[in-house]
């Protein structure tokens, strides 16, 4: 067993950062055990220095993080500061002066992933991220690891919390998006601004990540589709019931048929109750792998907070120190292939609409035509009338999206149809 400690250097010591630095020291001694050397934390960046941080030597503290990643003698950076600048930055700067690299970055792994891997490759350094998606849940090692034997075709998953908290009240109490959102709010699973969660931006760049690494290839986060959750009223659970189905904000990574190319998208979507990811409840985050040789896999647990997520980053931790003890480095980047990434309206999926049309002779065929001439197959229309309007409700078979919502767009041109109360696409069957 080696006795000189291996120094981690913390950037950032929020939430995150102050569970990394409560767990090294309350774990110190396993560390060391499953290591093989202690590890020591030698430093910790932070913005506002006088704030005080219970069990954290008050002499690492500094406000220069630059510093801290050029002291050369700083074995691993472990940064949970969040955000592009000034964390790629530092994170290069580490890589340059001697430093593997543990991050919770998912913004910024998202955009630059490609060029930091490429960096830490030039320097000979490792650049390990599993806290960037789903928190506490081992995913991006599984996918990079356990499975790089394996051809993933696709990666269905709820990766946001917050939105997953939201959902499922909505869900199960019938209130509506904003009664559910002030809940999550005072709960505080909702950030006082909860956009980057609702209208779907958080998951997005987790879907960027996850498809990057299970499909072995480049896929940035401009090339997510992406839409919020905001517009997911109480109505669209009760046709959801109705359909034996509950609504999920999913991140949906998805190999082509052909093999040729790859779609990334989130969306609120209608899930069967009996997939699995329906009975994901509260804040808790779930993925679902479909693998060629593995089959259907699920990984499900807290995808966000400050102990979990350090959970995460202290994995990576404890195997970036045992790579720098054994002089090695663990796999690099996944992305050996540029597969071209297609637009939503190549993906092939299910709609559920709303309509509401007059109740006279003659409608129901004329709206059957509109999916006829879009080349949409319906699978079940159910039609309600009351005071001389009906309300029509389509499931269709599975279309090229640009169809579905080309059909939409007719439906709503039609003088009969008063409306288009609702659109939901339908997973996971
Ligand atoms: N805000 C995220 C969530 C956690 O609600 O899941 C960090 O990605």
Redesign the pocket.
Known sequence: MRTRPLKVALLGCGVVGSEVARIMTTHADDLTARIGAPVELAGVAVRRPSKVRAGIDPELVTTDATALVKRGDIDVVVEVIGGIEPARTLITTAFEHGASVVSAN?ALIAQDGAALHAAAEQQGRDLYYEAAVA?AIPLIRPLRESLAGDKVNRVLGI?????NFILDKMDTTGAGYQEALDEATALG?A?ADPT??VEGF?AAA?AAILAGIAFHTRVRLDDVYREGMTEVTAADFASAKRMGCTIKLLAICERAADGGSVTARVHPAMIPLSHPLASVRE?Y?AVFVEAEAAGQLMFYGP??GGAPTASAVLGDLVAVCRNKLGEATGPGDSAYTQLPVGSMGEVVTRYHISLDVADKPGVLAQVATVFAEHGVSIDTVRQTVKDGEASLVVVTHRAPDAALSGTVEALRNLDTVRGVASIMRVEGE
């Open positions: 998912k928190g990766v946001n919390g917050t939105t699973y950030e980057a969660d958080d987790k804040a985050n995808g966000a």
